[in-house]
């Protein structure tokens, strides 16, 4: 069967959410390029002369923009399929992966790059995430590439988050879908004020749920189809909480926006399993981004585990994690040790168990890298014992 699109957005998404359109095959062969350039996601197979096209409910729009007419055929899409809960995309296993680096986007902005990251092969594992998030694994050696292509697919859909923006503010209507077209409906009052709800309207907006809302005398309210309404009410409270918790590290801990990226994948699982506070006591703006890594690589760990078993340290993930900081935190008291003296990470750590066991500054300041860690062992034990040793001691 020929098939077009994206097959990573086919099968990381509910059917329920999907739409059917149907185009003869050479009105796609024209439309195809301009399709493909849009930043739509969606994925077709032909079928007697005709192209069926699966497509989000919330891009329908978008897509007639495209062809021009607003009289395309659309159904709904009416084979029941739904992604496993680990709902994975990839073209190659997470363990295989070198040097891992981790990119965090809202879900349609991931999947769309993962197709054009598939299309020029680059390796990469991936995870789908319930609150609307995702995250790509990609070799550091890669992961510029992919920020390139991340510029690329916002620049693709800007013109429509242009258009969506100009329609919201029109009599402060707010959602990607209109209301008439929401049929089994469902109203709530949400807890958000305005200025928390635009802080996270462009990624509800991309959402794959259809919704409608209104802001009216501070308060946001919404309107979603009946059997969505749970799922929408936890995307909502998700992108909230994230939110809060970028908020926090930028403003009590002056993280910039690098730093932020850096640590998205981290902030996506402290989203479902800590409070929005937590990571702040664990991420500060002078680490750098190995220290960072090192960090996140515990900091992941321990929340895999449910609340109790971080409460009794189980299997030491607590201990783990407060040691990575301690570890940070010394490795930059000392930085102006280590500064210009070219050690490797045997030596580094060595000046740093010196440093722990209580050798002071100014005694750590006399090494270079001519010390192995045995002699920088032998000094520190010489030192604290009360004896300055000379060159030749050691």
């Not at 007419?69 to 739904?82: A, D, F, G, L, M």
């Not at 694994?137 to 992961?143: A, G, I, L, R």
């Not at 958000?192 to 309210?221: A, T």
């Not at 479902?272 to 992941?300: C, H, V, W």
Request: proline share 3%.
């Amino acid at each position: 069967m020929v098939t077009y699109g994206n097959s990573f957005w086919n099968t990381a998404t509910d059917n329920r959410y999907k739409s059917i359109i149907s185009v003869q095959e050479d009105a796609y062969e024209k439309l195809k390029d301009a399709i493909n350039n849009s930043g739509i996601n969606y994925y077709a197979y032909v079928q007697n002369g005709a192209v069926r096209m699966a497509v989000d409910d919330k891009d329908i729009n978008r897509l007639t923009q495209i062809t021009g007419t607003e009289k395309v055929n659309v159904q709904k899409s009416s084979k029941p399929y739904s992604p496993p809960d680990k709902n994975l995309i990839g073209n190659t296993a997470y363990k295989t992966i070198p040097k891992k680096t981790y990119f965090s986007a809202d879900r349609d902005t991931a999947l769309k790059m993962a197709e054009i990251m598939n299309n020029n092969g680059i390796k990469f594992s991936g995870r789908i995430y319930e609150n609307g998030k995702a995250t790509l694994t990609v070799s550091e050696s890669d992961f510029e590439a992919v920020k390139d292509i991340n510029r690329i697919v916002i620049e693709m859909r800007k013109q429509f988050v242009k258009q969506d923006t100009e329609r919201s503010n029109d009599g402060n209507i707010i959602g990607n879908t209109p209301y008439a077209e929401i049929k089994n409906r469902h109203f709530f009052v949400s807890g958000l004020k305005p200025d928390n709800y635009f802080e996270i309207r462009e990624f509800m907006e991309n959402q794959s749920i259809p919704y409608s809302g209104l802001i009216r005398d501070n308060k946001v309210m919404f309107t979603v189809n009946k059997e969505d309404a749970a799922e929408f009410s936890r995307t909502l409270l998700s992108a909230h909480t994230r939110q809060l918790i970028v908020n926090n590290l930028k403003n009590e801990n002056n993280l910039s926006d690098h730093q932020i990226s850096r640590i998205q994948d981290v902030i996506d699982l402290a989203v479902a399993s800590a409070g929005p506070f937590f990571l702040n006591s664990y991420y500060k703006a002078d680490y750098s981004d190995t220290q960072l890594d090192y960090i996140s690589e515990r900091m992941r760990t321990f929340l895999s585990y449910s609340e109790t078993e971080r409460t009794l340290d189980k299997d030491g993930v607590y201990s783990a994690l407060l040691d990575a900081r301690n570890y940070c935190d010394t490795m930059i008291a000392i930085g102006g040790i280590l500064e210009g003296k070219d050690y490797n990470q045997e030596q580094a750590d060595a000046i740093l168990d010196a440093f722990n066991s209580g050798l002071s500054e100014t005694a750590l300041d006399r090494l270079d890298n001519t010390f192995n860690p045995d002699d920088i062992k032998k000094y520190s034990e010489l030192f604290l014992a009360g004896n300055s040793p000379q060159r030749g001691q050691t």
